[in-house]
């Protein structure tokens, strides 16, 4: 540590001093010079047998004023003292970062952290993220108002294409709920412990920002089943048929369909479920939410939906009788003419 009042007394200055002191030490490359056409490096530095301990600092001389030499233990002394080896800044603030697995979905983890830190940590001090967790933190609160904003567009467009409100209501209540319910399946299949091997840990995921992506695009694509089964099933009760029997004959009729769009689906995003390297956890994260969900969703589709159209949907069959029963002949009743 530098005396600096000893250092102003002897007419030194502290920016020379730490010069000198830099060049005797540090080892820093300063020029070169040739030698038999060969360039070597010029580094000044004091010799290794000289500076093995801290107590050999004190012998070092640095240069004062009009050329003279001044040892440097007449203006510095030596102190032990602890220090960090380097200082940690996120934000340009001092920082300590802490690493973990979360063993369950990394929201709730969040949480947890964030509860938890509010007790413990003094006035002052504060939490930030990087990786996955800022991106969470920062759109995750949007997961449910794109949620909602898909699935009312979704009635809209479906109401404004059958003419109706019940419908539309029918394919979304039959077909959304069970394919979140499989791809939500993906999320709570993972192990309490993550050092215990288990064939699910493989294929789960957590609730993040990107399985989240995955859940808006599943209320699409897992719509058009239902779209398939009820459009087909009305026309069929506008043929004459009931609407029991429409709703049976549709479901048989539009299983190829179904099962087309849904296996085209699923094998177009099971790649990947099996992505590995940089970015492989998002990758996979949407992956298992599309499978999943479609898998599923298409498997109880079949039967959920001709269900509720027989309990909501409107009965075409009545209204199909209208338009064909005959119009009553109309009678010319004229009077004689006198």
Not at 163 to 170: A, I
Not at 211 to 236: C, H, M, W
Request: charged share 15%.
């Amino acid at each position: 540590m530098l005396d600096r009042e000893k250092v102003a007394e002897l007419g030194l200055n502290l920016q020379s001093v730490g010069q000198d002191l830099g060049a005797a030490v540090g080892g820093n490359f300063v020029n070169r010079f040739s030698i038999g056409g060969r360039s070597y490096k010029v580094v000044p530095q004091v010799l290794r047998a000289e500076r093995m301990t801290p107590e050999q600092l004190q012998n070092i001389f640095v240069t004062g004023p009009e050329g003279k030499l001044v040892s440097l233990g007449t203006i510095a002394t030596l102190h032990d003292r602890v220090t960090p080896r380097a200082l940690n800044r996120f934000q340009q603030l001092n920082a300590v970062k802490l690493s973990g697995v979360a063993m369950r979905p990394l929201d709730e983890a969040l949480g947890y952290l964030e509860t938890e830190a509010a007790k413990i940590l003094p006035k002052g001090y504060a939490i930030d993220y990087t990786g996955e967790s800022p991106q969470l933190r920062t759109e995750g609160d949007k997961f449910l108002p794109a949620f909602l904003l898909a699935v009312v567009l979704i009635f809209l467009v479906l109401s404004a294409q059958f003419n109706s409100f019940r419908d539309p209501f029918v394919i979304l209540a039959g077909s959304v709920p069970l394919g979140m319910f499989g791809a939500l399946l993906m999320t709570f299949l993972k192990m309490p412990n993550p050092n215990i091997p288990f064939w699910t840990n493989g294929w789960t995921t957590t609730l993040n920002v990107y399985s989240q992506v995955g859940l808006v695009t599943l209320v699409g694509l897992v719509a058009k089943n239902g779209i398939l089964i009820v459009e087909f099933a009305n026309k069929l009760q506008e043929s004459g048929k009931s609407k029991f029997e429409a709703a049976r004959e549709a479901a048989v009729t539009r299983l190829r369909p179904v099962l087309m769009t849904s296996v085209a689906t699923v094998c177009g995003h099971f790649p990947l479920t099996l992505v590995t390297g940089p970015g492989a956890s998002a990758r996979n994260s949407i992956g298992l939410v599309l499978v999943a969900g479609m898998a599923v969703g298409t498997a109880f589709t079949l039967f959920f939906v001709p269900a509720i159209y027989l309990l909501i949907a409107r009965d075409h069959h009545a209204k199909a009788e209208e338009k064909v029963a005959p119009e009553p002949a109309i009678q010319d009743q004229l009077r004689p003419a006198v």
